[in-house]
T-cell receptor, first 115, second 109 residues
């Protein structure tokens, strides 16, 4: 298994500002992903965070709005830029462990409220 | 896009088996079926996964039909702590998960 931490766990932000969310894993991973979960909704995949290269974004998500970094195998950041109230969601990272495990492990999430 | 459809909600009596169905009629031959659950907006928790054969672990059993177009997650003796949203997911070739709407299971005392 893996222990995944996210910082901050929650935040309240003003519209027009940006927030960077960190995801740290205690194990070597092959893949890292970022999801958004809007209130009362299911999870939506934002992007795959690629180590040392640009993230791969899903339809409807763009780098200017959600820049992602992954400088090493165990750490990634997601920035929510120029926020609006519609960005109020829980943001979760998930990882696929190295070593052949087929499970994706999810972090506890970051609860973001934009006023 | 999600490849799965599930009923939006189900109830189950405590101590009875909970059988949660999932349709995935467009699944490809090498795509796995995964089940996760989410309690109170915590991060989703892995339950079980399978490709063709039925699978069982300490949490649940997974029954996949022979044509692989549907599956059923079985919680053999549901407890109140099993109340959660259960997601059936088809893992695509790139290892991405596309979540459907899930089934909200309520275990009733």
């Amino acid at each position: 298994s893996a222990v995944i931490s996210q910082k901050p766990s929650r935040d309240i932000c003003q519209r027009g500002t940006s927030l960077t969310i960190q995801c740290q894993v205690d194990s070597q991973v092959t893949m890292m992903f970022w999801y958004r979960q809007q209130p009362g909704q299911s999870l939506t995949l934002i992007a795959t965070a690629n180590q040392g290269s640009e993230a791969t974004y899903e339809s409807g998500f763009v780098i200017d709005k959600f820049p992602i970094s992954r400088p090493n195998l165990t750490f990634s950041t997601l920035t929510v830029s120029n926020m609006s109230p519609e960005d109020s969601s829980i943001y979760l990272c998930s990882v696929l462990l190295a070593g052949g495990s087929n499970e994706q492990f999810f972090g506890p999430g970051t609860r973001l409220t934009v006023l | 896009d999600a490849k799965t459809t599930q009923p939006p909600s189900m109830d189950c009596a405590e101590g009875r088996a909970a059988n949660l169905p999932c349709n995935h009629s467009t699944i490809s031959g090498n795509e796995y079926v995964y089940w996760y659950r989410q309690i109170h907006s915590q991060g989703p928790q892995y339950i079980i996964h399978g490709l063709k054969n039925n699978e069982t672990n300490e949490m649940a059993s997974l029954i996949i039909t022979e044509d692989r177009k549907s599956s059923t997650l079985i919680l053999p003796h549901a407890t109140l702590r099993d109340t959660a949203v259960y997601y059936c997911i088809v893992r695509v070739a790139g290892n991405q998960f596309y979540f459907g709407t899930g089934t909200s299971l309520t275990v009733i005392p």
